[in-house]
């Protein structure tokens, strides 16, 4: 296969190693422009630029694919299809016919659902114990397109959105690689997505990592994975924002959301709307991620002290 690769993050540089291991001929690669990050906001090349550089692979960064001298570019490289994954750009209805098959996505959810932006968060958020990987025909709409081949993964009770992506990036490699093959045999037959199962996974908001302690103890223990490693769950005590890395259910009760029941070297003990939590990787701002045994030495906490459960989101978060 002569491919078009489009992507941008570490998710997207497994898929492109697996088919340069495997053979194909990456044609083009896109990947979006350097961006800033860190403290001193300097300029990064994105994973799949630095593996594309590595190989010595053609590379394109437009910041857009809309205008039409883009799109003579593409077509000048023959290929016969593009391979999208996590590229981050929207691919106008020009693009997604010019290859000879067309463009195929590496989706991390079982689709219908999750379709969008963030689909580990989402699932984990709410406690689907399954998900996995699909490869679709793109189309003009989001993630609407036929459905060409799927690979399931069980979701592990302590998976957090890093340990999942890392699964699903490998499981995603995997998928593309045998739908080529069957592409290629004239065996990948397109199955339409049933509109009546689909559910949307919007982008993460950084108000959404609030812990509200009203809420069950299973339902925030499933935000603190889902929002691990970004953008992290946090509270507040005493005015210090506070994230919460790692924290396990417990069956002990009390009427009031927020309030410390215990305090020991194995965890911090939170009641929560039903059961509580007990804290065991913490981070104050400013500082690093603790066990609770190293936190508590330095920290002023006592049991029956309380979390606050009202302090609005700004000025409280951290990196």
């Avoid at 397109?190 to 908001?205: G, H, L, M, R, W």
């Avoid at 509270?235 to 309030?259: L, V």
């Amino acid at each position: 296969m002569k491919i078009i690769f489009a992507g941008t993050p570490a998710f997207a540089a497994t898929a492109l190693d697996a088919l340069i291991s495997e053979g194909h001929e990456i044609v083009l690669t896109l990947t979006q422009p350097d961006r800033q990050a860190g403290r001193g906001m300097k300029k990064h090349a994105s994973p799949v630029k630095q593996l594309a550089e590595s190989h010595n692979l053609p590379l394109r960064q437009p910041a857009s694919l809309k205008d039409f001298h883009w799109h003579e570019f593409l077509d000048e490289n023959n290929a016969d299809v593009m391979v999208v994954a996590a590229y981050g750009l929207i691919l106008p209805k020009a693009v997604l016919t010019i290859p000879r098959y067309g463009c195929l996505n590496i989706h991390a959810s079982l689709l219908p659902r999750w379709r969008g932006a963030a689909p580990i968060h989402r699932a984990i958020l709410a406690g689907d114990t399954e998900t996995g990987i699909t490869i679709m025909q793109m189309d003009e709409g989001l993630d609407t397109g036929a459905m060409l081949l799927k690979k399931n993964t069980p979701i592990a009770d302590d998976d957090t959105t890093q340990t999942l992506h890392d699964k699903l990036s490998i499981l995603g490699a995997q998928a593309i690689i045998d739908s080529l093959n069957l592409l290629a045999q004239q065996k990948l037959p397109p199955v339409q997505q049933d509109e009546s199962q689909a559910c949307y996974a919007a982008k993460i908001n950084k108000k959404e990592a609030k812990i509200d302690w009203k809420q069950p103890a299973e339902n925030i223990e499933r935000m603190i994975r889902a929002f691990n490693p970004s953008p992290g769950a946090y509270t507040i005590f005493h005015g210090n924002s506070i994230k919460i890395w790692q924290a396990c259910k417990n069956s002990k009760q009390s009427n009031h959301p927020g309030k410390i029941l215990a305090i020991d070297p194995s965890g911090i003990l939170v009641a929560c709307g039903s059961g509580s939590l007990k804290l065991e990787v913490v981070q104050k701002a400013g500082s690093k991620r603790l066990n609770a045994a190293a936190f508590i030495t330095g920290f002023d906490m006592t049991v029956d002290d309380h979390f606050d459960t009202h302090e609005n989101l700004q000025g409280s978060t951290h990196d």
